[in-house]
């Protein structure tokens, strides 16, 4: 019985050291030296939304000669590529590792993602800990 009331607490632990940890290897990645910077053209634009995305765009671009879908377009650059598109102007865009980026900022490593998982984890280890907490303090 005594163990199960220290093993959140220690898992609590070893993930926000882990999320330290990762935090410090995601953020610390030069994510304007990966990649390739080159201009596209835009060929098409959906403007899509859902209850978890709204306003969001899938813009697919044209570079030499081949489509690729652009990543990373926030809902506020649909005026920059629609005017792209309408007078055929270029776009500068990320192409790494096969794929097309809006900007570096919006290239999402392994790295990222893990960081992204264990600050959820973190997070619902702390919600658990608080729980019975907030259970006492209310009786």
């Known amino acids: 019985m005594v163990s199960k009331k220290f093993l959140l607490p220690v898992v ?9 940890f990762l935090h410090q290897q995601a953020f610390s990645q030069d994510k304007d030296a990966l990649g390739t910077d080159v201009s596209v053209k835009v060929t098409e634009i959906k403007t899509g939304g859902s209850r978890l995305n709204p306003g969001s765009l ?4 044209s570079y030499q000669g081949e489509e690729y879908r652009l990543y990373g ?4 650059a649909h005026f920059v590529m629609e005017n792209s598109k309408k007078y055929r102007s270029t776009v500068s ?23 992204y998982a ?7 280890v702390f919600v658990l800990i608080c729980a019975p907490l907030l259970e006492k303090l209310k009786k």
């Open 73 to 76: 377009v926030p809902s506020g």
């Open 118 to 124: 264990a600050l959820a984890a973190t997070f619902i």
């Open 12 to 20: 609590f632990a070893i993930l926000l050291l882990l999320t330290i």
């Open 93 to 115: 865009a990320v192409l790494y590792d096969g794929k097309m980026y809006y900007d570096s900022t919006s290239i999402k490593l392994l790295s990222d993602k893990l960081y």
């Open 58 to 61: 899938r813009v697919t671009v």
